[in-house]
């Protein structure tokens, strides 16, 4: 696919905060055994950038509200409401660690993550809410809507036709409502 070591290291970090620790980490020791095996066969692969320091101010919480403004497109203001009224921590995990701590990495642009995020979404299934607003957000950071389908296409041949067709679902609400 084009990219580096690092790029793809950065891309199994990412999936914990949607899939979890184990599943990233088992990536991540997979990916390992792969490098063994093509620096035995003597390929040398590209190891790419390193993340650059990620800077102290403003805080992490308003950093993290600031990468999720720009996804979004919507400022963040008012009281919380569903979830981060329920159990306002998340919130602020939600914020301070995946908007800051892991989107602030600049190994991985924001569109490359949000298309690693709707490909695990749509992998575990039964996260329409969380699909729609990564899918809106993959529009608002520079993809376009044939990619997406393009997208689709990839959820048919990897992962089958039932996620595909719950995903293409999806994207067409999304897209309707954009109209």
Do not use: W
């Amino acid at each position: 696919a084009g990219l580096t070591v690092n790029q793809i290291k950065e891309v199994l970090v990412h999936l914990y905060a949607y899939c979890g620790f184990p599943r990233s980490i088992r990536g991540l020791q997979t990916f390992m055994e792969v490098l063994d095996e093509r620096k035995a066969k003597g390929i040398n692969d590209e190891m790419g950038a390193e993340a650059s320091p990620i800077q102290d101010e403003p805080n992490k919480y308003e950093r993290g509200k600031e990468n999720l403004e720009k996804l979004t497109g919507v400022i963040q203001t008012g009281p919380q409401t569903g979830y981060a009224a329920f159990a306002p921590v998340i919130e602020i995990f939600l914020k301070e660690h995946l908007f800051a701590d892991i989107f602030d990495r600049d190994v991985l642009t924001f569109a490359e993550r949000e298309l690693v995020t709707i490909a695990v979404i749509s992998s575990i299934g039964s996260a329409d809410p969380m699909l729609r607003s990564h899918l809106n957000i993959c529009l608002n950071v520079g993809l376009t809507p044939e990619q997406l389908q393009q997208f689709i296409g990839i959820i048919k041949s990897t992962l089958g036709k039932k996620e595909a067709k719950a995903a293409q679902e999806v994207l067409d609400e999304v897209l309707e409502n954009r109209d």
